[in-house]
């Protein structure tokens, strides 16, 4: 039987910095991080997943937004191979593979809210699995609602357990990401992927600007997106940032429109000491229909964070500035202008 992670609405922290030379020295890191990379490693030491990592490369690449890029290419190579989608609304189909059929050696915890979230979601399990072909170190999966089967679609309850857990954590370095449905999703049962990028990143800070009601855009970014900000402090912060990414995801559901999201902390500048906030972006995107190649260049939540990640030796070599802001700019642009007056009008 699983671990019980247990978690408070209101358990909330602020003082997070950047100023942390060994992101993994434990006098750093809360007890929700110790637990959650101890046991990542336990399962390494038992060989749970599919493949050893090996990151073969890494850099900050240089240029204006100093984007991140890694080389794994085991993870081209080694992965399940990812199911076909033709709408961001294709229903569940419990004949492919699912959350439910992964070994039970591969769940770390069981999640338990310690407060309702106001939706009778609370009451059924939610899960953090080990991610078995994994990106980087502590790379798992957030699956919640396993039992209900749900699609690849965020829903309210999902929403605000993910910003809840993001907020246990006391690394500024965990990142949460959704792909959804023909958004280069690999699984359609509703799962959100954790993982700690170790490297600072320009969205947690970059300039926004109003865009309608509590919905920002960002201001120059090579992907053009929306943003939800709120104070890690703030209990009603976070309930009221998960209602209005649910708001708009949901609305780009309805759509049949591609949509990615990221999670992170924040601070309000570059030059603040603090990541005592948190942003959720979201991008509405160009389609990926049809099956993913395994070996490809597959772009989605992480990328339009500036956090690259390749399967192949040449693209990661010539993977310069101008080429990640023109693959960034093809997959967002257009969406974004197609959909601009519909989601001011959501949010006006």
């Known amino acids: ?144 609602c396993v039992e209900k089967m749900h699609p690849q679609a965020l829903t309210q309850y999902s929403i605000e357990m993910t910003l809840c857990l993001l907020l246990q954590s006391s690394s500024p370095t965990l990142r949460i990401a959704f792909n ?24 947690e800070y970059l300039d926004l600007e109003v865009f309608e009601g509590p919905c920002y855009q960002m201001v120059n970014y090579p992907a053009r997106g929306f943003v939800f900000q709120g104070s890690a402090d703030s209990p009603d912060d976070l309930k009221s940032v998960a209602r209005n990414v649910f708001k708009l995801t949901s609305f780009l559901h309805s759509q049949n429109e591609a949509h990615n999201v990221t999670m992170t902390r924040s601070k309000l500048s570059e030059s603040d000491k603090y990541l005592a906030y948190f942003r959720v972006y979201v991008w509405v995107r160009k389609p990926v229909v049809g099956a993913k190649v395994m070996s490809g260049f ?36 257009e969406p974004f202008e197609r959909n601009y007056e519909k989601i001011k009008q959501l949010f006006g």
């Not at 890029?69 to 033709?86: A, T």
């Not at 078995?132 to 919640?144: Q, R």
């Not at 939540?301 to 030796?313: C, D, H, I, R, V």
């Open 180 to 203: 959804s449905l023909c958004g280069a999703a690999s699984v359609n049962h509703l799962h959100l992927h954790c993982l700690y990028v170790t490297k600072p990143m320009i969205l």
């Open 1 to 144: 039987m699983c671990d019980i992670l247990q978690i408070q609405v209101n358990d909330v922290m602020t003082k997070v910095t950047w100023d942390v030379k060994d992101w993994k020295d434990v006098s750093n890191l809360s007890a929700f991080d110790n637990k959650l990379l101890t046991k990542w490693a336990n399962a390494v030491k038992n060989g749970y997943f599919r493949y050893k990592l090996n990151i073969q490369g890494s850099a900050v690449v240089p240029g204006k937004w100093r984007f991140f890029k890694e080389l794994n290419v085991e993870r081209g190579e080694s992965r399940r191979k990812p199911q076909e989608f033709y709408s961001v609304n294709q229903p569940f189909n419990a004949a492919l593979f699912n959350f439910t059929r992964i070994r039970d050696e591969e769940i770390l915890f069981q999640i338990k809210m310690n407060e309702a979230l106001g939706n009778s979601e609370s009451q059924v399990n939610d899960y953090i699995a080990i991610n078995v072909s994994p990106l980087c170190e502590g790379h798992c999966l957030i699956l919640p």
């Open 298 to 333: 597959n772009p989605a939540a992480l990328e339009l964070f500036g956090y690259f990640t390749f399967k192949n030796e040449e693209l990661y070599k010539n993977a310069e500035e101008k080429f990640l802001c023109d693959v960034l700019e093809d997959m967002t642009h």
